[in-house]
């Protein structure tokens, strides 16, 4: 919604907005804030600077691709999802493009199913954004936001002849840092029990 109001005011432009498989609640606060915020004029629309369009809780897509499947005999793929799950993203998401006059640019906010990256659902998905980030559980019971979880938040961006040599690699460094501390935690005892190095692994992240 933020993202939405500051943009919208800031420098123009049109917003759609996608709720596919919220609940009712969620839908409509959202509409009230957007009301609130002037960002929707019901009033005169077409100053309006965002359309909602909502998904029907009584017709989960998941559900509706597994049942075509099933009806055309098709095999299902991982946990259940049609096989075309790929495809069928694929169309959607190649729709999504710029042009020399417009440019379009997408922000999707995935349901990840029991926090499994590699459920083909979020997985599928990932394949065509430049960026992902990812919010962790853990970091936000610790009290610490944003909860954003560098060892499986990625961007296409992060390349030393975009952000620098020197960037990339405190990047690169920090990452491998953290993804030692992760592999120290299930083995961790006490500090004393642990190398000077992995000490101060431990210590900074």
Do not use: C, W
Request: charged fraction near 25%; hydrophobic fraction near 40%.
């Amino acid at each position: 919604m933020e993202l939405i109001n500051n943009i919208a005011k800031a420098r123009g432009g049109v917003f759609v907005f996608g709720g596919v498989g919220g609940r009712t609640r969620e839908g409509n606060d959202l509409y009230m804030e957007m009301k609130e915020s002037r960002v929707i004029n019901e009033k005169n629309i077409v100053e309006s600077k965002v359309a909602l369009v909502y998904g029907q809780m009584n017709e989960p897509p998941g559900a509706l691709g597994s049942e075509v499947s099933a009806l055309l005999g098709r095999m299902p793929s991982v946990v259940g999802y049609q096989p075309t799950l790929g495809t069928e993203m694929g169309t959607l998401q190649e729709r999504i493009t710029s042009t020399k006059e417009v440019s379009i640019t997408s922000i999707q906010a995935a349901y990840v199913p029991a926090d499994d990256l590699i459920n083909p659902a979020p997985a599928t998905t990932f394949a065509y954004l430049d960026a992902t980030t990812v919010l962790s559980r853990g970091l936000a019971a610790k009290g610490i936001y944003p909860a954003v979880y560098p060892l499986d938040s990625t961007s296409t961006m992060l390349q030393p002849r975009i952000v620098g040599e020197k960037h990339y690699e405190t990047a690169q460094r920090v990452k491998q840092m953290l993804h030692r501390y992760k592999e120290l935690q299930d083995i961790i005892l006490g500090l004393d029990e642990v190398s000077e190095e992995d000490r101060l692994n431990v210590e900074r992240a």
